[in-house]
Structures are given as structure tokens and as C-alpha cells.
């Protein structure tokens, strides 16, 4: 079993930065980082649920979602079991909470996190 602890979110103003960890814990965490893929989805209130960023655990390859590119920065580092979401020039749009993902594939997600607030302010 996996489990995933995201941490960083908070109050920001607009224009500002955020960086969110996303802790991979438990039996197989290693096998699940270096391997699987880690995303980023985030829900705003009473909107759908949206895919923001993935890495691929094999290699360093990541995508965006168009909103991301240019300002979201997914990273990992495997001897930590640990993902990143950095975060810059934050809009109010980007107010949500943000869930740490991992999966086999990219349409296929097994392990989802508690979730962080991000909340920005205009």
C-alpha cells in the first residue's frame, strides 16, 4: 500500500508563488515513484476536477495542461519518494484544492492524496 501526503498549499496573493510537496509513503512507495506515473490534479469549488501536471516515474519526461505551461514546474526526487508542484505567477483561477496522483498510466490512477488548499488572493 502507498500512501500520499500532499503539504505547501496555503493563502497567496496574486502574482505569487507556492510550492507543493507531495510525500510518497509506505511498503512499495520506492517502487511506486520510480516507476508509476505522479500527477497533479486540482478541483475548484463546484468546478470538475482537472488534470494540471504529470511526471513519469521511468524518466524525466512531464506534460502540462495548457493553464500550467509556462508556469507550473512538476518535479520529483526519487531518494526522497518525494514530488513537487512549483507554482509561480498564481491567479485567482488557480484557487483550489490540489491532489498528489500516481498510476500505471496516465489514464489510470490508483493512488490518490488527501489533498492542499491553495487559495490566491486578487
Known amino acids: 500500500q502507498v500512501q500520499l501526503v500532499e503539504s505547501g498549499g496555503g493563502l497567496v496573493q496574486a502574482g505569487g508563488s507556492l510550492r507543493l510537496s507531495c510525500a510518497t509513503s509506505?511498503?512499495?512507495?520506492?517502487?511506486?515513484?520510480?516507476?508509476?506515473?505522479m500527477a497533479w490534479f486540482r478541483q475548484a469549488s463546484e468546478k470538475e476536477r482537472e488534470f494540471v501536471a504529470w511526471?513519469?516515474?521511468?524518466?524525466?519526461?512531464?506534460w502540462y495542461a495548457d493553464f500550467a505551461q509556462d508556469r507550473f514546474t512538476i518535479s520529483r526526487d526519487n531518494a526522497e519518494n518525494t514530488v513537487y508542484l512549483q507554482m509561480d505567477r498564481l491567479t485567482p483561477e488557480d484557487t483550489a484544492i490540489y491532489y498528489c496522483?500516481?498510476?500505471?498510466?496516465?489514464?489510470?490512477?490508483?493512488?490518490w492524496g488527501q489533498g492542499t488548499q491553495v487559495t490566491v488572493s486578487s
Open positions: 496522483v500516481a498510476g500505471p498510466t496516465v489514464s489510470n490512477w490508483d493512488y
Open positions: 509506505g511498503r512499495t512507495s520506492g517502487r511506486i515513484i520510480n516507476n508509476y506515473y
Open positions: 511526471i513519469r516515474g521511468s524518466s524525466t519526461s512531464t
